[in-house]
């Protein structure tokens, strides 16, 4: 049971190049998300799927765009990336029942850096 | 639209002191979930504690406890006899009910450094 991983794990790219990460969770959870990270401004949502086949924009979606290939994968894409995309970046995955907000469990992280 | 301040950016404490990580919340909701999570040096995110908004019972698991307070909007996370290993990144977090699915909203953290 890996739980929820993610590739890669760092990533260098020159301004203007494209790339996806690769999230994936084996315990059957219904929703995923995508977050990043920045110094001091802890984590913030980018995108998020409530379900298979539904996603949804976050507090930060400028920039990328996802899709949650079925219910065990979800990828984030950076189309042109941009040295403000320099961020660590978290897929999380949780099961939510109607009504219940549930705890999300987190991949490892990918650590992105733009030239 | 809901928010969380965690307003201790750094806590330095020597070992076995106890120490309080504080966590103050805003939301309009009446149903809603705080969550605390740890992130050691090594990067990832460790789930500690979810509590709904109708259970206002403090929780304790071993040297960590969590007060909860609605009147003050909220959820303060302490450590007992701190330990080095306890060194970590600290976040409070919430999430409204109504949103389900929607993720949740993060306070900047807390870097607890407890120093030998």
């Known amino acids: 049971n890996a739980g929820v991983t993610q590739t890669p794990k760092f990533q260098v790219l020159k301004t203007g190049q494209s790339m996806t990460l690769q999230c994936a969770q084996d315990m059957n959870h219904n929703s995923m998300y995508w977050y990043r990270q920045d110094p001091g401004m802890g984590l913030r949502l980018i995108y998020y799927s409530a379900s298979e086949g539904t996603t949804d924009k976050g507090e930060v979606p400028n920039g990328y765009n996802v899709s949650r290939l079925n219910k065990r994968e979800f990828s984030l894409r950076l189309e042109s990336a941009a040295p403000s995309q320099t961020s660590v970046y978290f897929c999380a995955s949780s099961e939510i029942p109607a009504g219940v907000v549930n705890e999300q469990f987190f991949g490892p992280g990918t650590r992105l850096t733009v030239l | 639209a809901q928010k969380v301040t965690q307003a201790q950016t750094e806590i330095s404490v020597v070992e076995k002191e106890d120490v309080t990580l504080d966590c103050v919340y805003e939301t309009r909701d009446t ?86």
């Open chain 2, 31 to 116: 149903t809603y979930y705080l969550f605390w999570y740890k992130q050691p040096p090594s990067g990832e995110l460790v789930f500690l504690i979810r509590r709904n908004s109708f259970d206002e019972q403090n929780e304790i698991s071993g040297r960590y406890s969590w007060n909860f307070q609605k009147s003050t909007s909220s959820f303060n996370f302490t450590i007992t006899a701190s330990q080095v290993v306890d060194s970590a990144v600290y976040f409070c977090a919430l999430s409204e009910a109504g949103g389900g699915a929607d993720g949740l909203t993060f306070g900047k953290g807390t870097h607890l450094i407890i120093q030998p």
